[in-house]
């Protein structure tokens, strides 16, 4: 099992920053793809911005030129750089993950974990 552990949410003024950071722990093999996700009350969590294993990113277009999407595979570690911040912004931030876990002997099986979200209000 794997389990993410998010850190660096908080309270912004519109245009600051703020640097959101998630490591993995576990019977780690391999992890393929790190995310980040956000959600506000009523609406689907959607994706921010994600990183696989051979680093290319896939940013959504409300965060082009504002958010970076960075990741240290050694550490299982993924970063999300937030400038420019807008209220707009303002959601609950979840990390995921998706790879291989070790099991019993030499076995693999895929994973896909979420963090427990951590909240970033951004005020005007």
Same mark, same amino acid.
């Given at each position: 099992?794997v ?11 519109a245009g600051? *920053? ?8 576990g019977?780690? /093999?391999s992890? !393929?793809?790190?995310?980040? /996700?956000?959600?506000t009350?009523g609406?689907?969590?959607e994706l921010? =911005?994600?990183? &696989?294993?051979n *680093?290319? &990113?896939? /940013? ?6 504002r958010? @970076?999407i960075s990741?240290?595979?050694?550490? !299982? @570690?993924?970063y999300l750089?937030?400038? *420019?911040?807008?209220?707009?912004? &303002?959601?609950?931030? /979840?990390? !995921?993950?998706g790879?291989?876990?070790? @099991?019993?002997?030499?076995?693999? =099986?895929?994973? !896909?974990?979420?963090?427990?979200? @951590?909240?970033? &209000?951004? *005020?005007s």
């Open positions: 099992q389990q993410l552990v998010e850190s660096g949410g908080g309270l912004v003024q600051g *920053s703020l640097r959101l950071s998630c490591v993995a722990s019977s780690i /093999y992890i !393929n793809i790190m995310g980040w /996700y956000r959600q009350p609406k689907q969590r921010v =911005a994600h990183i &696989t294993s *680093s290319p &990113t896939n /940013y959504a277009d409300f965060v082009k030129g958010f @970076t990741r240290d595979f050694a550490k !299982n @570690t993924v750089q937030m400038s *420019s911040l807008e209220p707009e912004d &303002t959601a609950v931030y /979840y990390c !995921n993950m790879g291989y876990s070790r @099991t019993s002997g030499y076995s693999k =099986a895929p994973f !896909n974990s979420w963090g427990q979200g @951590t909240q970033v &209000t951004v *005020s």
